[in-house]
């Protein structure tokens, strides 16, 4: 067979699984991760995947995404089963099926702790879109102190300390968590939709404009 | 001037009340009835019995910043000088802060509504706790944050396995097996240097070295030399004759 696309010929690069040529992975390493993520409760990503199937000999990285992708066909997010694989939180989480939240709501409190208040989201998505990020920069952007909103975010461990700004006070600086990604359905924080989409539309900066006196109104 | 009916425990903050009075009530600025909206509230404090401090210095603060806000659009915008300039410069910079909090509400309803579908996806606990309990590495990389360390820590403590203490030896010390030690030391050279001898032992196995010559220095069997306070002791036998002598005295 004569390969007709010479740059997609290299193997050595980065291991993008194809699953064409990659060969049908064992059964035993896709029961294994079956397994490990059935037990883990928290997004397990590649590389923990991969370690903790390496007990005989290193399994290759291939191997195991290949593996994962039967499985994430096995287990299609909003497919018939009770439960789904998902890509979240920087690896993949087993949970369960969104459409069967009224039965799980009957007998589970489905998420009531995640309950945020309007200003404790508006300042989860500050810490989200700016992290890292500073307690005045958020108080600036609200135009309100904001340290109870934090604290609530802290305390729920959505958002965690990541640092001290390398500055003169050295400010702690915010970003969000695991769970954060978890809870809002995120494969990794570069998966939130771009903040541009949140950009008021041209009609209503106008408007904004003119009752601010900033242009005078025509007549 | 109509009545605006607001509910002011609704708002986020002076960019919040704004927004919504210019945008869904459409008042100019110039119409923002400041004193309506403090009547409001004053009303409403009266109503209550206890005085909820936090709401009220928030309210001070939205109220302020809101007058701050009306006070610089209500300038004279026809007069030119430099003063001015700086009205327009801050009416600008009111409506890029204006702007950036509008972006920072929508992100956040757009957060709630994800969060709002989450609701029917549920996480089952971890079967159990990780081997590895530290925290990820990640979390502590680059942070002095004591509290990143106190969580580590509680972390570690959190995990249901019994720390491995394979490692750690028990220690086997008793004043008559140093007695004997002594005994030998001094039978196989006559006299030793306790520091030479014992100075690499455990602290307890020091400490119950030193407590065994005593006892035989009180006995009499040994005599301790120290040149020096807290200086090496040199242990030696005494004279057997001696011990002798004492014995038939």
């Known amino acids: ?219 | 001037m109509r009545v605006l009916d607001l509910d002011l425990d609704v708002y986020q903050g002076p960019f919040d009340l704004l927004f919504t009075l210019i945008l869904r009530e459409e008042v100019d600025i110039f119409e923002v009835p400041i004193v309506e909206v403090i009547l409001a509230y004053v009303e409403e404090l009266a109503a209550t019995d206890a005085v909820d401090w936090e709401a009220l210095t928030e309210f001070l603060v939205l109220i302020s910043s809101l007058l701050e806000l009306k006070s610089r659009v209500l300038l004279p915008g026809e007069e030119v000088g430099i003063e001015d300039a700086d009205a327009e410069l801050s009416k600008d910079v009111l409506l890029e802060r204006l702007l950036t909090y509008r972006r920072y509400k929508m992100a956040a309803a757009s957060l709630a509504e994800v969060r709002e579908r989450q609701r029917g996806r549920l996480v089952r606990e971890p079967a159990r706790a990780p081997r590895r309990a530290l925290a990820p590495d990640e979390e502590i990389r680059g942070s002095q944050a004591p509290a990143s360390l106190t969580r580590a820590l509680g972390r570690l403590l959190e995990s249901h396995r019994l720390p491995d203490t394979s490692h750690v030896a028990v220690l086997r010390i008793g004043l008559n097996r140093q007695i004997a030690a002594i005994r030998r030391l001094l039978r196989e050279r006559g006299s030793f240097s306790f520091e030479e001898e014992f100075g690499t032992e455990e602290p307890m196995v020091q400490a119950v070295s030193l407590l065994a010559l005593l006892g035989l220095v009180s006995r009499g069997d040994v005599k301790v030399a120290q040149s020096s306070h807290f200086g090496d002791i040199t242990v030696k036998h005494v004279d057997i004759q001696r011990v002798a002598l004492r014995g038939t005295a």
Request: glycine fraction near 8%; charged fraction near 25%; charge should be negative.
């Open chain 1, 1 to 219: 067979m004569i390969d007709a696309d010479p740059l997609g010929a290299d193997s050595s690069g980065p291991a993008a699984p194809t699953t064409e040529r990659a060969p049908q992975p064992a059964a035993h390493l896709t029961r294994e991760l079956e397994a490990l993520l059935f037990a883990a409760g928290r997004p397990l990503d590649l590389d923990s995947l991969r370690e903790a199937a390496s007990y005989h000999e290193p399994m290759e990285k291939a191997a195991v995404a290949a593996a994962l992708e039967v499985l994430e066909s096995r287990y299609p997010v909003g497919g018939d089963k009770g439960f789904e694989l998902a890509r979240v939180g920087g690896g993949w989480l087993f949970r369960t099926n969104a459409a069967c939240e009224l039965a799980l709501a009957r007998l589970f409190d489905a998420g009531e702790e995640l309950r945020l208040s309007p200003a404790a989201t508006e300042t989860l998505a500050i810490v989200a879109y700016l992290q890292p990020v500073s307690r005045p920069q958020i108080a600036e952007i609200r135009g309100v102190n904001s340290d109870s909103a934090l604290h609530t975010l802290l305390d729920r461990d959505l958002v965690r300390e990541v640092g001290r700004r390398d500055a003169p006070g050295a400010a702690v600086l915010y970003g969000t968590t695991t769970r954060f990604l978890v809870a809002f359905d995120l494969a990794d924080i570069g998966s939130l939709p771009p903040i541009e989409e949140f950009e008021v539309g041209d009609d209503q900066r106008e408007e904004l404009k003119r009752r601010l006196g900033l242009v005078v109104a025509p007549g």
